[in-house]
């Protein structure tokens, strides 16, 4: 019975918290292994030259470009060409967000904000009490121990709060109320593209 108490607790409380770091931790050092496997290939330190590798891909493939450097020319013409046709697109974007950004002062303002995730075994309460305001071109960063808050006020602010989260109370102000913004003129806010 006492094995079993621990893995009741495991799985619905602290797996969900466990498992986002865990996968990107697992991601990075399988980018990290291709890595390292594709430049010990490369230098020919690797695995033999008989079996398949991402370094001797590459490692033949750049001998193949120093003899034959022509063949780069089409995929740079095409990329060239893409880039030209892609900066109308990506200047309409642009132009789309600009009115939700105008409508808006260059003042960020955030009081009394608080935050609540609401689950079948109560509520979590987070709140950020302090006022803090951030002109444009000013930085403001977010101090505080593990656990403190400050992922969950900056989704809050920005409007990327997860359910079960929910603002009930406070005020974020940018210029207007961003706690009633409507989520695409929110996305426009944000930013959906580049200049």
């Not at 892609?86 to 939700?100: G, I, K, L, N, T």
């Not at 809050?156 to 706690?179: A, E, H, N, Q, Y």
Request: a positive charge; hydrophobic letters at 40%; glycine letters at 10%.
């Amino acid at each position: 019975m006492s094995r079993i108490a621990p893995l009741a607790y495991f799985v619905p409380h602290l797996l969900p918290n466990c498992l986002p770091p865990l996968i990107v931790i697992a991601t990075q050092q399988v980018a990290r292994a291709i890595a390292l496997e594709a430049t010990l290939s490369f230098l020919g330190l690797g695995v033999p030259i008989t079996e398949p590798s991402l370094g001797l891909l590459i490692a033949n493939g750049y001998q193949y470009i120093c003899r034959k450097y022509w063949i780069s020319f089409y995929p740079g013409i095409a990329l060239l060409v893409h880039d030209r046709v892609d900066q109308p697109r990506r200047r309409s974007v642009a132009r789309r967000a600009e009115p939700a950004v105008a409508a808006m002062t260059a003042t960020l303002d955030v009081q009394n904000l608080r935050t609540h995730f609401f689950h079948r075994a109560g509520v979590v309460k987070r709140s950020t009490t302090c006022r803090s305001a951030s002109k444009k071109g000013e930085v403001l960063g977010l101090v505080g121990a593990s656990g403190s808050g400050k992922s969950v006020t900056g989704f809050s602010v920005i409007g990327l709060i997860d359910p079960p989260g929910r603002i009930v109370g406070g005020s974020i102000d940018m210029g207007r109320r961003l706690t009633t913004f409507p989520e695409p003129k929110m996305r426009a806010l944000r930013g959906t593209g580049s200049r």
